[in-house]
C-alpha cells in the first residue's frame, strides 16, 4: 500500500519536472520564433524575435473636439548580438525604450550608444541600425499610426 503510494508520487514528481515544463517551452518557443502577426512592412524586422503586448485601435477627440482614430501597438523585441548589425526600417511613427542591454544605433548617419531605460523616437519611413553590445538586447517599442 505504502509503495504504490510512493510510487504514485515518484510519477508525479518526474511528470512535473520534466514533461510539462518541455511542452511548455517547446510551446513558446514556437511562438516567439516565428513572426507570423508581423505584416510586410516589418520585413526587416523578422529576423528578431517579438512579444506583441497590444495591438489595437485608440479613439481619441481633437482639440477641436473631432473624433480621432489612431492604431497603436505595443511589442518586445529581442536581438541576439550573433545576428550582427541590422537594418531595420520604422514604419510607424515608434517611441523605442531598451528595456535590457546596450545597443550602438545609427540613424541619419549620427551613431549612439544606448544604455538601459534609454528612450528615442523616430518617425515614420526612418531607417535604424542596430547591433547589440554584449551578448543579447530587449527592446519596447511603441508604434502609433493613423487608422
Known sequence: MLTKKVVAFCVLVLLGAFV??????????N??????RLDARYESWKALQ???RFSGPLALKSTKGKPLSIAVGLRLWSIDAVRGPQKLLVPEFTVFHLRAGTLKTMTDGKEETRK????W???AGSQM??????????LETTTISPK
Open 121 to 123: 523616437v523616430l518617425p
Open 129 to 138: 541600425s542596430v547591433q547589440v553590445k554584449g551578448e543579447t538586447a530587449v
Open 50 to 52: 517579438t512579444t506583441e
Open 116 to 119: 538601459t531605460d534609454d528612450f
Open 31 to 36: 511562438e516567439s520564433a516565428t513572426n507570423t
Open 20 to 29: 510539462l515544463p518541455s511542452a511548455a517551452q517547446k510551446a513558446a518557443a
